[in-house]
Structures are given as C-alpha cells and as structure tokens.
T-cell receptor, first 115, second 115 residues
C-alpha cells in the first residue's frame, strides 16, 4: 500500500506570493492533518480535515488555509508569503476519526523556502 | 491544554549502549502518547503508541516505552543502540477519544550514536 505522498517536495517562492501544497493520503484514509516544522517553533499543528470538512484548526493566521476533496486528497494554501513561512510542511493521514486507530502516518513533507 | 517536554535536545551514546530518551507530558484528559522518529530530509515515522491497556509498549526497531501515569512520563528506551538509530525523536500527545487528533509535539531529541 502506497504511503502518504506530498507534492512538490521542494518549493522556492518570494515574499508576497502565494503557494499551494498537495497531499494524497494512504488509500482508505479519510483524515488529513497538516503540520509546520521549523527550527525555532518545532512541529506545530495547522489544521485537520475529515470528510471534506475542517474539524480542527491550530493557531495560525488566516493566510493559511486548506481544503479536502471527495477523494480525501488535501491541499493547503498560504497567501502573502512571509520569510517566516519557510518551513517543512508535513501532511499526515489517519484512518479513524477517533479511538485507538488514530495514529497518523506522515508524508515526506514539502520544503518551502521564501526569499 | 496539552504539552510535552523532552529533556535533552541532544543525546549521545556509544553503539551497543542503552538508549534512554525522556518525555513528560501534561494533559487534562487521558492522553494518547506517541513516539516518532525523523531521519534527515524525511517525514516522521511512528515508532510506537500508547492508547489504552498495557503500559509497556513495544515498537519497531527494538524500541519500547512505558506509560507511567503517576510520573506523567513516557520515556523511550532501547537496550542496545545501533548506528542506524541516529536520528531525531519526537514525543507527542493527543486527546484520547475526543476526535481531536491534533498532535502536540515535544521539541525533539537528536540521538547521536558513536562507533
């Protein structure tokens, strides 16, 4: 079974631009979560989608948004990029919405560099 | 609110020595606890998890962890370190069974294995 895939793997943008990152979860998984990883702040939760609905949101500004499609694929968008948005963005998928089978399987990440 | 504290941002051991990575958590509800490993330029791989039941949890690659509620700890151990264990390790917590699967991560411990 294929794992979580994220595209692109690397991205370079300039301040003020916007960017869209894509995540395809493991087949059969309906939940997708996004995390930002930076050297200074570590791993921080962005948001979670299940059945095309945002179920949970972290403490990030409105420039960060996401969506989920009917096939469970998810995209996140960052508008008006700032230098501080440079990070590794990780996507994770999980099978269940609650309960013991809630472990999250992570993709390899998208490395975003903002110049 | 949940939080995770990992004592020691860097741990160095000799090959064949015991590995002990410390994790303490704070949670207002019974937690689910996880250990993830991250190799350079990769995403996170789940090592093991505690949800309910047996407090000594065995994971992949010979790692295990023990949930100690009285000490709010979930330390990761491996009896004999291997060079391939060199990586960054993250302890994480999520609410048990609330449907809110957002993971709160510790700041990570980088494990170095000396030959």
């Amino acid at each position: 079974k294929a794992g979580v895939t994220q595209t692109p793997r690397y991205l370079i943008k300039t301040r003020g631009q916007q960017v869209t990152l894509s995540c395809s979860p493991i087949s059969g998984h309906r939940s997708v979560s996004w995390y930002q990883q930076t050297p200074g702040q570590g791993l921080q939760f962005l948001f979670e989608y299940f059945s095309e609905t945002q179920r949970n949101k972290g403490n990030f500004p409105g420039r960060f948004s996401g969506r989920q499609f009917s096939n469970s694929r998810s995209e996140m968008n960052v508008s008006t990029l700032e230098l501080g948005d440079s990070a590794l963005y990780l996507c994770a998928s999980s099978l269940a919405i609650a309960g013991v089978n809630n472990e999250q399987f992570f993709g390899p990440g998208t490395r975003l560099t903002v110049l | 609110a949940q939080s995770v504290t990992q004592l020691g941002s860097h741990v160095s051991v000799s090959e064949g020595a015991l590995v002990l990575l410390r994790c303490n958590y704070s949670s207002s509800v019974p937690p689910y606890l996880f250990w993830y490993v991250q190799y350079p330029n990769q995403g996170l791989q789940l090592l093991l998890k505690y949800t309910t039941g047996a407090t000594l949890v065995k994971g992949i690659n010979g790692f295990e962890a023990e949930f100690k509620k009285s000490e709010t700890s979930f330390h990761l151990t491996k009896p004999s370190a291997h060079m391939s264990d060199a990586a960054e390790y993250f302890c994480a917590v999520s609410d048990q069974g609330t449907g809110r699967r957002a993971l709160t991560f510790g700041s990570g411990t980088r494990l170095q294995v000396q030959p």
